[in-house]
């Protein structure tokens, strides 16, 4: 007793430092951000326009944070004459279906003036992104990085980690885009002014010379490249994310090798790049190590390709230390791939397996195999992207709680068709789609079911050409089963598929003329947007809807209600 008693206050100082630790490990694993959200006049190509901001930063701050984590994010839109809405892209909200933050389809939009709380775990490590999602705002400069940190060991070292978003840049503001596209006769957006690394590009001002002065200027220091300093010898993680309003890009380092090992949040069996494909959604983890001539600087690029480029690349510097990091490299840019030869691009669709510690296997068979043929139409005289020729709308009243709520009169009741004509239409000409609609029907999936969705690409209303369309869904992570030419067939192509080690993804491309082959479960309550990332596309209808689970879902935040048939819900 008497040896219990003198050890008692060690025992009780170690008993404190316990509890102590463990409330700071409670406290440092909630997140939280404050974000004022605002117009503000930019450059970040050299061209002055006004621009989202988010705490007068465009991309935005990265939220860190670690797997497990509560995340809080406070935003406060400033914007003054339009309404908001964030996308937390590739965090699943998990039980948190209302903060996944698709205006139209899980909340209300943010008011002027008002603050909304978002509030979710991160539950996965990984590589992840958020931006806007109302209307068009994305590509006026309302973007960022997530980065998930791992609670265990990875399966590949490095010695630093860093991040690069790449993204596409227009002199245009939104509200002319929009208004080009909803026009008769259809005015298309074209081809991006700029591209961007880590928010910095270089517009060449001369190319347009009646431009007011100070509208562009080189010498801003705003629109200086973006330098990526290493140290020689060493081994760098670099988080390289897309979120482009259209081009599919290919990134490159002048003579490194880049190394793949993490795509969308899920590590990949390793493979060695020198371009480096990336669209818009995507976000990959590669290795570079500073192994060449440290005496000089080196190019970082990225070029579109997947169509007929005149944006000039965008130019950053990998600088090894210590040469100044202003010093230009020696030689010109690395000459980019063809912007029209889809073979290595599909080659690398194909080469990304999941790594073999972490393979997580898809069920065999699904239950339900909905195929969505990507299409151009015409209806009432107003161009359109659709899907098995219905080009989605958004309704006014958001899916979430028009279904959880019994709202049945807030959308269109009968669903989209799950295929399209198989054995008559023609995907590489153009097409009559005299029967196109609109409608904003939606999907109702079974609980907890395997479903699998065949993205099957076409001709578009112009001779010989399908485009490059990259898919996001929300929710979920899908396996992705495959990737073919030409028009699927569901009798020889599913013998095909790799259910041995698919990567797990939450956007994926399917290429021209081609298709692309996912199985998902539907085993996350709540509605679900799935839809090309590229803004003009899914702003002129190219996306659709899935639920699943809604009676599953809790008690709704009355945060997100207050449009359509939801005002003076609480």
């Given at each position: 007793?008497?040896?219990?008693?003198?050890?008692?206050?060690?025992?009780?100082?170690?008993?404190?430092?316990?509890?102590?630790?463990?409330?700071?490990?409670?406290?440092?694993?909630?997140?939280?951000?404050?974000?004022?959200?605002?117009?503000?006049?930019?450059?970040?190509?050299?061209?002055?326009?006004?621009?989202?901001?988010?705490?007068?930063?465009?991309?935005?701050?990265?939220?860190?944070?670690?797997?497990?984590?509560?995340?809080?994010?406070?935003?406060?839109?400033?914007?003054?004459?339009?309404?908001?809405?964030?996308?937390?892209?590739?965090?699943?909200?998990?039980?948190?279906?209302?903060?996944?933050?698709?205006?139209?389809?899980?909340?209300?939009?943010?008011?002027?003036?008002?603050?909304?709380?978002?509030?979710?775990?991160?539950?996965?490590?990984?590589?992840?992104?958020?931006?806007?999602?109302?209307?068009?705002?994305?590509?006026?400069?309302?973007?960022?990085?997530?980065?998930?940190?791992?609670?265990?060991?990875?399966?590949?070292?490095?010695?630093?980690?860093?991040?690069?978003?790449?993204?596409?840049?227009?002199?245009?503001?939104?509200?002319?885009?929009?208004?080009?596209?909803?026009?008769?006769?259809?005015?298309?957006?074209?081809?991006?002014?700029?591209?961007?690394?880590?928010?910095?590009?270089?517009?060449?001002?001369?190319?347009?010379?009646?431009?007011?002065t100070g509208i562009c200027n080189i010498s801003n220091p705003e629109c200086s490249p973006f330098v990526q300093t290493v140290i020689p010898g060493k081994t760098y993680r670099l988080r390289v994310a897309s979120l482009t309003a259209l081009s599919a890009l290919s990134f490159q380092i002048e003579g490194h090798n880049m190394t793949v090992v993490e795509a969308d949040g899920h590590y990949v069996e390793p493979f060695v790049v020198q371009n480096l494909f990336i669209y818009s959604g995507e976000t990959y983890s590669v290795l570079v190590k500073a192994d060449q001539d440290p005496s000089r600087n080196y190019w970082i690029t990225s070029n579109v390709v997947s169509r007929n480029r005149t944006t000039p690349p965008g130019l950053a510097i990998f600088n090894y230390y210590p040469n100044h990091p202003k010093l230009s490299p020696p030689k010109a840019p690395p000459p980019p791939p063809a912007w029209d030869d889809v073979e290595p691009r599909l080659g690398q669709s194909l080469a990304i397996k999941a790594h073999k510690g972490y393979i997580e296997k898809p069920p065999t068979t699904s239950d339900r195999v909905i195929v969505l043929l990507n299409t151009q139409n015409t209806i009432n005289g107003y161009r359109h992207w659709s899907v098995n020729n219905v080009s989605f709308t958004l309704p006014h009243t958001p899916y979430l709680i028009a279904l959880k709520q019994n709202i049945t009169d807030a959308f269109d009741q009968t669903p989209p068709p799950d295929g399209y004509d198989f054995v008559n239409y023609d995907i590489f000409s153009v097409a009559n789609n005299s029967n196109a609609t609109s409608s904003n029907g939606i999907y109702r999936l079974k609980f907890n079911t395997t479903v699998d969705v065949i993205l099957q690409n076409a001709n578009t209303m112009n001779k010989n050409n399908s485009e490059t369309h990259p898919w996001h869904l929300h929710g979920h992570d899908f396996w992705v089963l495959g990737y073919g030419k030409g028009k699927f067939d569901v009798n020889n192509d599913t013998k095909n598929y790799n259910l041995v080690n698919p990567i797990m993804k939450n956007t994926v491309p399917v290429h021209p003329f081609g298709w692309t082959a996912l199985r998902f479960r539907s085993d996350n309550p709540g509605v679900w947007a799935f839809h090309c990332h590229i803004e003009s596309h899914f702003y002129m209808g190219m996306g659709v809807v899935f639920e699943e689970g809604i009676e599953r879902v809790g008690k709704l935040p009355s945060s997100i209600m207050g449009c359509g048939k939801t005002k003076g819900f609480h």
């Open positions: 007793m008497q040896l219990s008693l003198r050890a008692s206050p060690t025992l009780l100082v170690l008993c404190l430092f316990l509890i102590l630790g463990n409330f700071l490990k409670a406290e440092a694993r909630v997140r939280h951000y404050k974000w004022e959200v605002k117009y503000e006049y930019r450059s970040p190509d050299c061209y002055k326009k006004v621009v989202i901001t988010i705490n007068g930063k465009t991309p935005g701050p990265t939220i860190q944070a670690q797997e497990g984590d509560t995340v809080i994010v406070e935003v406060n839109n400033k914007l003054l004459t339009e309404n908001l809405a964030i996308h937390w892209h590739g965090i699943r909200q998990i039980g948190t279906p209302w903060f996944d933050g698709t205006e139209g389809v899980t909340q209300c939009p943010i008011l002027p003036g008002d603050t909304f709380v978002n509030k979710f775990v991160v539950d996965r490590p990984g590589t992840y992104l958020y931006h806007a999602h109302y209307g068009m705002q994305r590509e006026a400069g309302l973007y960022g990085m997530i980065r998930v940190t791992s609670l265990e060991p990875e399966p590949f070292t490095y010695d630093l980690d860093r991040s690069i978003i790449l993204n596409d840049w227009y002199h245009q503001s939104t509200y002319e885009q929009a208004a080009g596209l909803s026009s008769i006769p259809f005015q298309w957006v074209g081809e991006p002014q700029s591209l961007l690394i880590n928010g910095k590009g270089r517009f060449n001002c001369s190319t347009t010379p009646s431009l007011k």
